[in-house]
């Protein structure tokens, strides 16, 4: 082993800039101000409960695809990933593509909603939005564009209602939860879900964003803010950072039923790809999956690795099935600038495509 040498006096240049960076950065974050996240013009066209359904403002100096797309979030965090700031925004991606773009918002659960299940998010809310548009449109279906979680709600809903589905887009979703790589499996396999949701009824979200988080416990509870330092002198960036920080610990609540039916029947028994997913009066069929899918999938995704999105292909019963790999993580799909200049206009084009 070769020692590491250290000189005092370069030791002390390190830790004098370092503390310079710091003080200085001190002062930008007390002049910081607000974080602005969601940043494309929206407005509301339904509410129900908790959950709201927004129309972005679509762009008329583009070409517009008839069909609107509905993209559905997952559950855990908030739905403004997907359009954090002006220039890392899926939304505006889709919309410069010249499609009509809408988004559920689910809210924060509260003890009211204890007992809603996933056929009260899927056969409920999702359906009722899916009704809202196709009036608003005078359309008998929409694209759907499901990410994560929403994703696997996404399949699952347009297994159970294919004829309200014209086109599927499923990003870093979720399909066969057992592949070896998956580390959220492997640590929810033995856990006695039903012990934890009679104990605390909804799951908090502090739980499952620290849950998330010792995924990579060094890199993004440690490393990270070492990192950050560096960023302190420049406001823009130290305001990407927070924002970026924001929606992290921005955690909602999950619905006790709703989570408690997941975790069982998804990640321990694995039941989607089984087919033995039961939704309401509704048992999950993928052969059902008639309609054209586009599955985008991230190659350094560390919560849900590519073979478990990958696996999709083996299961639906379309032969219009294609598959768009981005190289990166499964947050960086989303905001990242390669993903901008790749996926929402590939999104785009597959629509446009098939409508």
Known sequence: MIPVQIRPDQALEELTNFSQKLGHGLQNLMEVGDIPTGVTPKEPVYHEDKMVLYRFQPDTQKVQNRIPVLIVYALVNRPYMTDLQENRSTVRGLLEAGLDVYLIDWGYPDRADRYMGLDDYINGYIDRCVNV?????????????????????????????????????????????????????????????????????NIPGELLNWTFLMLKPYQLAGQKYMNMVELLDNPQQLKNFLRMEKWIFDSPDQAGEAYR???????????????????????????????????????????????????LKHHVGTKDYTELSFPGGHIGIYVSGKAQKLVPPAIGTWLDERT
Request: net charge negative; with cysteine.
């Open 261 to 311: 039916q997941f975790i069982k029947d998804f990640y321990q028994a694995n039941k989607l790809i089984k087919g033995d997913v039961q939704i309401g009066e509704h048992n999950i069929n993928l052969g059902n999956l008639t309609m054209p899918v586009l599955n985008i999938y991230a190659m350094q995704d560390h919560l849900v690795p590519p073979a478990a999105s990958q696996a």
């Open 133 to 201: 548009i196709c009036r608003r449109h005078n359309i008998d279906a929409v694209n759907l564009l499901g990410i994560c979680q929403g994703g696997t709600f996404s399949l699952c809903y347009s297994a159970m209602h294919p004829e309200k589905v014209s086109n599927l887009v499923t990003m870093v979703t979720p399909v066969d939860f057992h592949t070896p790589d998956n580390m959220l499996t492997n640590w929810a396999r033995n856990i006695n879900i039903d012990l934890l949701v009679d104990t605390l009824g």
